[in-house]
C-alpha cells in the first residue's frame, strides 16, 4: 500500500488559521483548536486512502473534494505520492467560484 505526504499549501494553512480565529473568537480557544485538531487528523488520513471524495476535474484537473463535518469542504489534489491540501473552506462559502477563483493554487 502506498503511503502518501500530505502537505498543506500556503492559503489551506491561512485559511485553518482565519478559521481558528473565527471560532475562538465565538466559542473560546478550546473548542477551537479541537476543531481545527479535527480537520488536520482528517486531512492526514488522505495519507492512506487519497483518492475520497469527490472528483472536481470540472473547475481544475486533479481537483478533489471532500466533506468535513458538515461544515467544511477540504479541496485537495493528489500529485505523484502527496496530497496536497489546497484549500479549507467552511461555512457558507461559494465552493465552486473559490476554487475556480483559485488560479495561483500551486500544488506545492
Do not use: K
Not at 58 to 71: A, M, Q, Y
Not at 89 to 95: A, E, N, S, T
Amino acid at each position: 500500500m502506498t503511503h502518501y505526504e500530505v502537505v498543506f499549501s500556503e492559503l489551506a494553512a491561512r485559511q485553518i488559521e482565519e478559521l481558528y480565529a473565527y471560532i475562538a473568537d465565538r466559542s473560546g480557544p478550546v473548542p477551537a483548536l479541537d476543531y481545527i485538531a479535527r480537520i488536520e487528523t482528517y486531512c492526514r488520513g488522505l495519507a492512506t486512502f487519497p483518492a475520497r471524495g469527490r472528483s472536481r476535474d470540472d473547475l481544475r484537473p486533479g481537483l478533489r473534494t471532500v466533506g468535513f463535518e458538515r461544515r467544511v469542504t477540504i479541496a485537495f489534489a493528489i500529485t505523484g505520492e502527496r496530497v496536497v491540501i489546497l484549500q479549507i473552506l467552511y461555512g457558507g462559502q461559494d465552493v465552486e467560484a473559490r476554487l475556480r477563483d483559485d488560479v495561483d493554487g500551486r500544488l506545492t
